[in-house]
T-cell receptor, first 111, second 113 residues
Framework: GQSLEQPSEVTAVEGAIVQINCTYQ??????LSWYQQHDGGAPTFLSY????GLEETGRFSSFLSRSDSYGYLLLQELQMKDSASYFC????????????FGQGTTLQVKP | EAQVTQNPRYLITVTGKKLTVTCSQN?????MSWYRQDPGLGLRQIYY???????DKGDVPEGYKVSRKEKRNFPLILESPSPNQTSLYFC????????????FGPGTRLTVL
């Protein structure tokens, strides 16, 4: 089966840079997704990496290393509104829509 | 406006009373999925559907049923709810197998007494 590991909590100050790591164990790999969820709200899609390297979207970037079974989400110029939970997700096997999410990382941004 | 809608948003019910949570999307997405979210456990997939009339089990399907008779609708059915199904439920849809951008509904908070 698949499993993902993320830190449970991260704290950073406004304006700083923070990195949220995700390591995965899979029988096959079909890409890594990241989602953001504010307290009580619906998750929203941030990024998807299928190939190695860095994908940048504004203040957020996502990195993938398939050889290390590892990815991270990088948030720059942190703002108070970035306080939320962040989840990584992978597909469980080929030709399937079964998805596995990590348990989530709660990011607290302090003034 | 492109969106996923769920109804009801909040529901308190009693053990054993059958209920259905509806989910509808207006984006013509092939893929739809149901998740439950419990504190400390993240999102766990209940069932998913790759297209009309095609459904399959996720990680935690026990106690749930789904159907996909039309592309836009994917209802979640609890035939005999139990207290351990008290949770926050999300429906989601996407264009391609779910790993790319999924759009989530606003959630349904269910309490089973």
């Amino acid at each position: 089966g698949q499993s993902l590991e993320q830190p449970s909590e991260v704290t950073a100050v406004e304006g700083a840079i923070v990195q949220i790591n995700c390591t995965y164990q899979t029988s096959g790999f079909y890409g890594l997704s990241w989602y953001q969820q504010h307290d009580g709200g619906a998750p929203t899609f941030l990024s998807y990496n299928a190939l190695d390297g860095l994908e940048e979207t504004g203040r957020f970037s996502s990195f993938l290393s398939r050889s290390d079974s590892y990815g991270y989400l990088l948030l720059q110029e942190l703002q108070m509104k970035d306080s939320a939970s962040y989840f990584c997700a992978v597909r469980d096997g080929s030709n399937t829509g079964k998805l596995i999410f990590g348990q989530g990382t709660t990011l607290q941004v302090k003034p | 406006e492109a969106q996923v809608t769920q109804n009801p948003r909040y529901l308190i019910t009693v053990t054993g009373k059958k209920l259905t949570v509806t989910c509808s999307q207006n984006m013509n997405h092939e893929y739809m999925s149901w998740y439950r979210q419990d504190p400390g456990l993240g999102l766990r997939q209940i069932y998913y559907s790759m297209n009309v009339e095609v459904t399959d089990k996720g990680d935690v399907p026990e106690g749930y049923k789904v159907s996909r008779k039309e592309k836009r609708n994917f209802p979640l059915i609890l035939e005999s709810p139990s207290p351990n199904q008290t949770s926050l439920y999300f429906c989601a849809s996407s264009t391609s197998g779910g790993l790319n951008e999924q759009f989530f509904g606003p959630g349904t908070r269910l309490t089973v007494l």
